[in-house]
């Protein structure tokens, strides 16, 4: 993925803009009583967390059972198989679980979901085949983002721009059903467009 699309990528996955750190004055060094210099140094930490100048990314374990997949991303869930998503399948068991995280967003008043997957469209399918043959315990692993569904889909199509096995047909349908997602909007009260997604596809 580009740099340019993997800084827009976590920009859309932070709160706020993210800052750089390169200007961070060094902790000043404790020239006494050293071993006490692990505690400062976790004092130090929590303290750089609480003022913002580092962020805590909290990543869970789902059963994939509860978490339904976006109706805006591009991949046919039907359509995936055990031969497309052998090799990460493979890649799951070899390294114990998955280690890349999906990028989900809460759902309410869904009875039967807690979340939806933007982002980890196959990571989900291929977790829950495993939970069926013979891996029970495979969690499915994943990043809680407070998206709307404009930022939804720039995440979920700066991901599968990089993916050769999402088709021409699946990104030509995303997009239409996202043109009509958008024309289903109120108009801008500001006497522009309709908001949402129309001014992303071109």
């Not at 961070?24 to 210099?37: L, N, S, Y």
């Not at 359509?79 to 989900?104: F, H, M, Y």
């Not at 980890?120 to 291929?126: A, D, L």
Request: one cysteine or more.
């Amino acid at each position: 993925m580009a740099r340019k699309q993997s800084d827009y990528l976590a920009a859309l996955l932070a709160d706020e803009p993210a800052e750089a750190l390169t200007n961070t004055p060094p902790v000043p060094a404790i020239p006494e009583r050293p071993r006490g210099t692990t505690l400062l140094n976790r004092e130090t930490a929590l303290a750089r967390v609480t003022s913002g100048e580092v962020r805590q990314v909290t990543q869970l374990l789902l059963d994939p059972a509860r978490v339904r997949i976006w109706p805006g991303n591009a991949r046919i869930y039907r359509d995936l198989t055990e031969e497309g998503c052998r090799e990460l399948i493979d890649s799951i068991i070899a390294e114990g679980g998955q280690k890349v995280p999906a990028v989900v967003r809460r759902l309410e008043g869904d009875a039967t979901h807690d979340f939806e997957v933007i982002a980890g469209t196959r990571r989900h399918w291929s977790i829950s085949w495993l939970r069926t043959h013979s891996y029970p315990e495979m969690q499915f692993v994943a990043q809680v983002a407070n998206l709307d569904d404009e930022a939804a889909f720039r995440l979920a199509d700066l991901e599968n721009r990089a993916r050769k096995d999402v088709s021409d047909i699946e990104r030509a349908r995303n997009y239409a059903e996202a043109l009509k997602s958008s024309l289903r909007q109120p108009p801008d009260p500001n006497g522009g467009a309709a908001q949402g997604i129309k001014g992303l596809v071109v």
